[in-house]
């Protein structure tokens, strides 16, 4: 019942917004559109003035908090999306009022086991900050240190377990109401969302992000990750050293330092790549509220992020396929960018490599009509993606998180320094990187890995190599074991096929003499047929057996 009401409300909020408009470029089934013309609001309530893409964001933000973070995960996904849609949806905010003070103390002081005048020496109940999943309150410790303290909101996650089942009705209605719905695989995105959304719940997973990011960027004079007290972490509680810093997104801030706005913009490409290619552990969600700079030294500037509730990671296969494909897209080489794809994986094997290509060029060589630095890098992901997806690309988690990484990074990058250009900054990261992976020195540094568990095997190895071949042996031997076995039950088959026929000619026999002796002018005269059949059956039966 309450699935019922919430799914009522979803429509009022449909209706009251003309979201029906959506569909009318879809190739819905010819049912759903029936539907759609029969609902009478349709003709009651007008469109008004507002774009598709503003009535899709109001409506969400009027569903709630969790409706607003499937819109702000949706803007990412290009694929799904027009442009103009995704655009608009990146716009939404978790405008959640903070709840109160208090019962965010009385939380804290649950998990931790201990009054909170006796962890911190000064803890500020009024929130600093409030978003849908969780709000932050500002405390000092004991030993001078300022700290954050992070808590979920109380009762979200049966608000989420709730909303998540009514998008899941939904994303099933989508899959059969509309035609390519089941090509796009709504229902495996809100398993993507429900998957990432439920992570964030659970802080110890974020503190564990953090540290480890903290810990690949130790010393580094391009980002500052802030230290996490784990003794004061759990499930719903984080705390976490508290950074003064710059809101990324405050341009006028930054300038009124002097900040060098080109540097910061080229180190933000370079934390990117350095994270993907380098450690294979992403920031996935490096959105302008989640990254400051540091008020430090202004002329050579550092980052500091937070919030690692979303990371990505990708195989070392993933890596180099993507790098190289990055290098063979810049290079106009769009064979062997169709040949990466299939030997990645990423599209089935027996695609048509000649029409791929041809396919891939025809999006991208229009790209290249503008200047380098005017490039979207994004964009030219999506597009491989977008095209991808034509030849049965199935959908990759792990892309879709870089895709949505990238574009944030661009996207900031280029608000903080139009003129950067991409692929200048990134291009020797890629070289470099191509050539420490494959190079002569990374065949070194792996023997050179591998050299402690190849000494320590080496003792071993006469005795494995005899064990090696006497399990051949023995395989030899079992199968012709089984070989023999075999011959023998389809031998034993054989004759019970066989004595099974003899018993059934014997019995036609039987049966067609009996009819024979019985009434043999009535057997002449009216069933000459079946007595003749039996007999003759008989005879093959007897003969074959």
Not at 491 to 504: A, F, H, P, T, V
Request: hydrophobic letters at 45%.
């Amino acid at each position: 019942m309450r699935r019922l009401l919430r799914i009522f409300k979803i429509a009022r909020v449909f209706a009251r917004y003309r979201l029906d408009t959506l569909f009318d470029q879809i190739s819905l089934r010819w049912y759903a559109r029936l539907l759609l013309k029969l609902m009478l609001w349709r003709y009651l309530i007008p469109v008004g003035s507002r774009s598709q893409g503003q009535r899709l964001r109001l409506a969400l933000e009027e569903l709630g908090p969790v409706f607003i973070k499937f819109g702000q995960m949706l803007s990412t996904r290009r694929d799904l999306l027009s442009d103009d849609l995704a655009l608009e949806l990146k716009k939404l905010q978790d405008q959640v009022p903070p709840f109160e003070g208090a019962y965010s103390q009385r939380l804290i002081e649950r998990a931790l086991g201990a009054p909170v005048a006796e962890v911190f020496a000064e803890f500020n109940a009024a929130p600093m900050a409030s978003a849908s999943v969780a709000q932050v309150h500002e405390a000092l410790l004991y030993n001078g240190e300022e700290v954050v303290v992070k808590v979920i909101r109380p009762g979200i996650e049966k608000t989420i377990r709730k909303d998540i089942a009514v998008l899941y009705t939904i994303a099933r209605l989508v899959q059969a109401l509309w035609v390519e719905g089941r090509r796009l695989k709504p229902v495996e995105v809100v398993a993507d969302y429900e998957n990432t959304i439920f992570d964030e719940l659970d802080l110890r997973k974020e503190a564990a992000n953090g540290s480890q990011i903290r810990r690949n960027f130790d010393n580094s004079p391009i980002l500052y990750v802030p230290e996490i007290y784990w003794d004061l972490t759990r499930q719903n509680v984080l705390v976490m050293e508290r950074i003064h810093g710059i809101p990324v997104a405050d341009i006028e801030q930054l300038k009124a330092q002097n900040t060098d706005m080109k540097k910061l913009a080229e180190q933000g490409v370079e934390i990117f790549f350095t994270q993907v290619f380098r450690d294979s552990f992403f920031h996935a969600d490096m959105h302008p509220g989640n990254i400051f700079v540091s008020r430090e030294n202004p002329s050579a500037p550092q980052y500091i992020a937070v919030d690692f509730g979303i990371v990505g990671s990708l195989s070392p296969e993933d890596q180099s396929y993507l790098a190289r494909n990055f290098l063979a897209f810049f290079q106009r080489d769009y064979r062997q960018v169709a040949q990466l794809h299939i030997d990645s994986g990423w599209v089935p094997p027996d695609t048509n490599v000649q029409a791929f290509e041809t396919a891939i060029r025809s999006v991208c060589e229009p790209i290249f009509e503008k200047p380098l630095k005017d490039i979207s890098f994004g964009m030219v992901l999506m597009g491989l993606f977008q095209t991808a997806r034509r030849f049965n690309m199935e959908v990759q988690p792990q892309l879709v998180l870089l895709q949505k990484t990238l574009l944030n990074i661009e996207g900031l990058g280029r608000q903080l320094y139009p003129e950067l250009d991409l692929w200048q900054t990134g291009q020797p990261f890629l070289e470099r990187w191509m050539k420490e992976r494959m190079g002569p020195k990374a065949v070194y540094r792996s023997m050179k890995q591998q050299a402690p568990e190849w000494l320590d095997k080496m003792p071993h190895l006469p005795q494995m190599a005899y064990d090696a071949l006497n399990q051949l042996k023995n395989l030899d031997d079992n199968r012709r074991r089984d070989m023999l076995a075999l011959s023998v039950a389809r031998q034993e088959l054989q004759q019970q096929r066989s004595q099974k026929g003899r018993w059934i000619g014997l019995l036609c026999l039987i049966a067609a003499v009996g009819l024979s002796v019985d009434d043999p002018l009535f057997v002449v005269r009216d069933l000459p047929a079946l007595s003749w059949l039996l007999g003759a059956s008989a005879a093959v039966l007897l003969l074959r057996h």
